[in-house]
């Protein structure tokens, strides 16, 4: 066996204890670790801590400018101007119980299905929950498994980890006796007993392990988006305070003055109505909602969303490939028939087939042999050889009634095509593999496999093919109609599996996937020439793993958003690098650690309800930001217009809380929830912004023609304020009017509602009365009737090319190019 130079025991937290009986730990070894605290327990959790969620929804620059603009009213006695210190309170509040929430629900779910460690106690094999691990443990490792906990190999049958979730190497590393095993890495092949030697934040790669588990914010455009225009304030908002102060001032008299009269009040009563507008609060706390309530809905279907962000990068998805096992069909594999070749068969075949079927970590197609061949008696093991997704092929020697050494695999690795004797059965493998069946391989060769030969995991010489075997797996009953969902959405699908590409073919047809199979082993290693056959075929077969990792990533390369799904060990490189991993809860547990989304009951038929949610939110998400970000812009635009002409802002800050809440505030917190089926488009920050900007410059300019005309006429303050404010309510509806196109009776309504509020504002005495509210003159009315409709038409001509350049072109154009891309595969 080749060992890893690297891999050799270096250092690092051991254990004190130097031996280990053969037989484990005994219960009172386990108490005394428990008790001193030597136990496998980490801090992380697969969803954001409680002081993240806190840091994210309280403690942000924002909120502290919020909190200094609501504690300065309350100290000048402007009381009813700190409505929007309540309304911030109130957003954090929903934030955070709306996280938290979907914090709890998806804990539970991840401990209710968390992987379970393989220990030996007490001369006893059990299963354990990781965090019950403790220090010396002995631990039994098979292909498929993730390392728990770092440890040191006692004993290994051509033991593989693959290390590069922790080292970015991508060939899986040998491990023998003294080599060590990394914490987060994924056990390939062989099988191994090792022993514990570091635990929990100990743990060589503790750090690296819980940076893939726990929340993160990784290719998520939305918050990548609204972080920058967040930024992008932050180096603003100072500037503009300055601008803004200093405008009130000198229109109060100027600075000495100002403050001699007591004018100065009322000018940092508006200073600090302008500033708190030009912060967009709202827009961070609807996008924190619609990922906790997309997860929470998802949850309740058995999808675990392991980092939330994930439900945004559904909706990005224009890619899937996925395994035919586990996902095409259920998983479940049934023996056929066995066919044997030639007159007579070598003797003992029959039990070497039942030996293979009843091996410890035999996979779900060899156990199915244990069903039809009887339990061998008398058979002495002199070499093993296991199977490995690579070599497609697993061998084992026998002393006894079946001598010589007996391998099963896939006939055309363990055959040779230039072997005249070889080609009639590989033709028949061939036959037999296009009627959809998978199809297996018998062969024999007299010669003993001793464990030095295994150790070099070669395939025997002069094998003789025996019998195929075919076994039949069971195609999922919705499966047809998940993909007819996904060629109509324009995603288009690539299946890739390691087994026989007339295998793989003949089931994706049953499926509606009408492709030849691709044999993977003619596929090219450079990723340009990878990539344009990817764009010719659907369907793979005799695919590796490195090579289904290859296959995303070219994949990638060339545009796409890539969703990976699979369920064994041989699909979790792919996923790990996917755009979108999502594994199958009856999968290894390797995959599973690695994917953002696990389908708890393992059933494909989620995918498009997981996608349709994703859409769901970033389509709504787009929608609320643009009502936002038009606020944002208007607030600004009007900030530095009146601070460049020393005009005193013209609204009070309990003014602009009403105006906020009727046009974006609450119709933004229902929009954000309501069902939408807008295929994701990219570029959401150029979209907004493109609508966003124009229509704040439209709002700021009907204000300053407003506002300025009613001083020029001698309009006191209030008249000109309640003139300013019915404007601004008005046009903000209309954009909300604009976003909310096209209308559903829910949408119709809850605008209608909003028009509604603001005529109650304006009318009811006790509303007139708090806010300040003074029927303007005439004249003032006549350029309210004027501009407002003016802004309106405005509007309608920004939606209208808005719509024109982002929206026909790309949600119609995009798609129909995708799906003559599928149709044309």
Known sequence: MRHSCSGRWTGGPVSETTTVAPT??????????????????????????????????????????????FGLLLALGHWQDALFGLAAIANAIIGVTQEYRAKRALDRLALLHAPRARVRRDGVEQEIAVGEVVLDDIVVVRAGDQVVADAEVLDATRLEADESLLTGESDPVDKGVGDRLLSGSIVVGGEGVSRVTAVGADAFAAKLTAEAKR??????????????????????????????????????????????????????????????????????????????????????????VQE??????????????????GTITSGEVRFDEAHPIGPAQPEGWRAALGWNGRV????????????????????????????????????????????????????????????????????????????????????HTPDELDAEAADDARLPAGLQPVALLTFREVVRPDAKSTMGYFAKEGITVRVISGDNPLTVAAVAREVGIDSDGFDARALPSDPDELGEVLDRHLVFGRVTPSQKRDMVRALKSRGHTVAMTGDGVNDALAIKDADMGIAMQSGSAATRAVARIVLLDSRFSHMPGVVAEGRRVIANIERVSMLFLSKTAYAISMSVLFGILLWPF?????????????????????????????????????????FAIPSGLVVAAAIAIVSGHARALGEPEAAVRTACMVTLGLIGLWILVVLSRPFTWIKAAVVAAMFIGLVLVLVVPIAQEFLELVMPDIDTLVDMAIVVPASWLAIEAIGFFHRRRFGTASEIAEPERRRRHHEGG
């Open 24 to 69: 484990g730990l005994d219960a009172a070894e386990v108490a005394a670790r428990v008790a001193d605290g030597r136990v496998n327990v980490s801090t992380d959790a697969s969803s954001r801590s409680v002081w993240s969620i806190l840091r994210a929804n309280v403690f942000t620059l924002f909120n502290g400018i919020v909190l200094a603009g």
């Open 215 to 304: 929340f993160s914010l990784v290719n998520s455009e939305l918050r990548t988006s609204i972080n920058r225009i967040l930024k992008w304030i932050t180096w603003a908002i100072f500037p503009i305070m300055l601008i803004v102060v200093n405008a009130n001032m000198q229109a109060a008299g100027g600075w000495e003055e100002a403050i001699a009269s007591g004018e100065w009040e009322d000018a940092a009563v508006a200073s600090v109505a302008a500033v708190i507008a030009t912060i967009p609060l709202g827009l961070v706390l609807m996008t924190s909602i619609a990922f906790a309530v997309g997860a929470l809905k998802l949850s309740a279907h058995q999808v675990l």
């Open 308 to 325: 939330l962000p994930a439900v945004e990068g559904l909706a990005r998805v224009d890619v899937i490939c996925l395994d035919k096992t």
């Open 360 to 443: 410890p970590d035999a996979n779900a197609t060899a156990r199915c042999l244990a069903d039809e061949f009887d339990e061998p008696d008398g058979l002495e093991v002199t070499g093993r050889i296991e199977f490995s997704s690579a070599r497609k092929w697993s061998a084992v020697g026998f002393r006894g009634t079946a001598a010589g050494t007996w391998v099963v695999g896939a006939p055309e690795f363990v055959l040779d095509d230039g072997e005249p004797e070889h080609r009639g059965a590989l033709r028949q493998g061939a036959t037999l593999a296009a009627t959809g069946r998978r199809t297996l391989l018998l062969a």
């Open 650 to 690: 013209p609204f009070l800050p309990r003014q602009l809380s009403i105006t906020d809440g009727l046009t974006i505030g609450i119709p933004a917190f229902l929009l954000a929830l309501l069902p939408n089926t807008r295929r994701y488009v990219p570029g959401f920050l150029q979209r907004s912004l493109s």
